[in-house]
Every structure is written in structure tokens, then in C-alpha cells.
């Protein structure tokens, strides 16, 4: 009984000891993620028609938008688009409720801060940093 278990384990380790490497070596490689990925939430602002079906499908109401009227198209202007991402779930129901798919939820997994109120993304300014990234 006592050997039994310890020759099992022991099995386990020598395998592992002698099979591939699985160890990634995160820094300097990126992993490889599935495509279901949900890490962080992505907006293009020129996409957004600020209907707030977003913000209403939100379980936590951890998005507010604000917007106006443009003079002369007669249609809503983004001006602001907050997420408190502390209070997120990911849950990914803000994107599939956005009917011009503005919102997504993308692969971007740093997302580690130091302040809590580094949690409160302003998503137009998040937007545009995520271009000048993509540019360079």
C-alpha cells in the first residue's frame, strides 16, 4: 500500500523529468492565448454611435458614457467613456449588446497596477494610446 503510492508519484515526477519542456518564459515570450481570451475590454470611438445598450447590459454598471447632440448631423457624440474595470467581471454582455460592435473584449492581459484608482480606464484615452502603439 505505502509503496504503491510512492512509486506512482515517483512515475509522475521521472516522466516529467525526461518529457518536454512545458515552461514558458513569460517576459521574454509572449504566451500563445486561445482565441476566447477574455482579458480586457478594447473601444473604437469612431465606431460608437452612443445608444448606452452597453451600459444598460452591464451587470455592474461599471460603464458610464456621456454624449451630445452634433449641430449639424443631428446625431449623439461621444464625448466621455469611462469603464471601472475593479468592478468588472468580463463577462463580455456589454459586447455582445453593442450593435455597431465598437466595444470589444480583446487579448491584452497586462493589466497590472499599483493605485486603485488606476482601475477607472478612460476608454477614448485608452483608444487612442492603443493606435500610436499599433503606428509604431
Do not use: H
Not at 37 to 50: F, H, Q, T
Not at 68 to 78: A, I, P, Q, R, Y
Amino acid at each position: 500500500m505505502f509503496g504503491k503510492g510512492l512509486f506512482k508519484g515517483l512515475g509522475i515526477t521521472f516522466k516529467r523529468m525526461v518529457g518536454p519542456n512545458i515552461t514558458e518564459f513569460y517576459p521574454e515570450e509572449k504566451p500563445n492565448l486561445p482565441p476566447t481570451v477574455r482579458s480586457s475590454m478594447g473601444l473604437d470611438p469612431e465606431k460608437c454611435i452612443s445608444c448606452s445598450m452597453c451600459a444598460n447590459a452591464c451587470p455592474n454598471k461599471v460603464i458610464t458614457l456621456t454624449s451630445e447632440k452634433d449641430e449639424g448631423t443631428k446625431k449623439k457624440v461621444l464625448k466621455s467613456y469611462e469603464m471601472n474595470l475593479g468592478r468588472c467581471m468580463f463577462c463580455g454582455l456589454c459586447t455582445e449588446a453593442c450593435p455597431t460592435k465598437a466595444l470589444t473584449v480583446t487579448q491584452e492581459f497586462e493589466n497590472a497596477i499599483y493605485y486603485p484608482e488606476e482601475l477607472k480606464w478612460d476608454m477614448i484615452e485608452r483608444s487612442k494610446r492603443n493606435r500610436k502603439e499599433g503606428d509604431a
